[in-house]
T-cell receptor
Framework: GENVEQHPSTLSVQEGDSAVIKCTYS??????FPWYKQELGKGPQLIID???NVGEKKDQRIAVTLNKTAKHFSLHITETQPEDSAVYFC????????????WGAGTKLIIKP | NAGVTQTPKFRVLKTGQSMTLLCAQD?????MYWYRQDPGMGLRLIHY???????AKGEVPDGYNVSRLKKQNFLLGLESAAPSQTSVYFC?????????FGPGTRLTVL
């Protein structure tokens, strides 16, 4: 079955710098890759997603890239701000998964003032 | 609209006790999910439901039971709690394209 690995587990960046979180997946049939943000004491919330027929997607300071050949996708946050501090999860949806997303282990992003 | 609510927010159980976690949604979605979140392991699906009266097993269903008697409610039961079930439990609704999560229930089993 599908396996999603996420790196790094913790990322600390200076406010204003960029942050990059990377995920790799094992099932080449996976076709949907969302990213969720979890703030302290809350449930995760979808921030951006990408489908397998697209290489890159942007939404203001957030972008996601997908490399199907290498089977990895990345979240890029530019001009980081204190409110970007959170835990970020990637996920993959295998085509035959029966409504189940397969989640990465999460990355704790710390924005230093 | 409240979105997704979970009851209770915190609970401490002794080994062998039972309890039920309640999830309610007012978003009119068919699908509902129960996840557990453990440090370093991300979110793992326990059970899910694709509609009223239906349930299915997820990745880690052992030790849990669920019921979906009404479209808006999804109950997660622990029949005989074990320390390995200490975790944060999240309910979600929506579709694969976007899941909406509740605030979570922190459960400790002593």
């Amino acid at each position: 079955g599908e396996n999603v690995e996420q790196h790094p587990s913790t990322l600390s960046v200076q406010e204003g710098d960029s942050a990059v979180i990377k995920c790799t997946y094992s099932d080449s049939a996976s076709n949907y890759f969302p990213w969720y943000k979890q703030e302290l004491g809350k449930g995760p919330q979808l921030i951006i997603d990408i489908r397998s027929n697209v290489g890159e997607k942007k939404d203001q300071r957030i972008a996601v890239t997908l490399n199907k050949t290498a089977k990895h996708f990345s979240l890029h946050i530019t001009e980081t701000q204190p409110e970007d501090s959170a835990v970020y999860f990637c996920a993959a949806y295998p085509r035959d998964s029966n409504y189940q997303l397969i989640w990465g282990a999460g990355t704790k992003l710390i924005i230093k003032p | 609209n409240a979105g997704v609510t979970q009851t209770p927010k915190f609970r401490v159980l002794k080994t062998g006790q039972s309890m039920t976690l309640l999830c309610a949604q007012d978003m009119n979605h068919e699908y509902m999910y129960w996840y557990r979140q453990d440090p370093g392991m991300g979110l793992r699906l326990i059970h899910y439901s694709v509609g009223e009266g239906t349930t299915a097993k997820g990745e880690v269903p052992d030790g849990y039971n669920v019921s979906r008697l009404k479209k808006q409610n999804f109950l997660l039961g622990l029949e005989s709690a074990a320390p390995s079930q200490t975790s944060v439990y999240f309910c979600a609704t929506g579709t694969i394209n976007e899941q909406f999560f509740g605030p979570g229930t922190r459960l400790t089993v002593l």
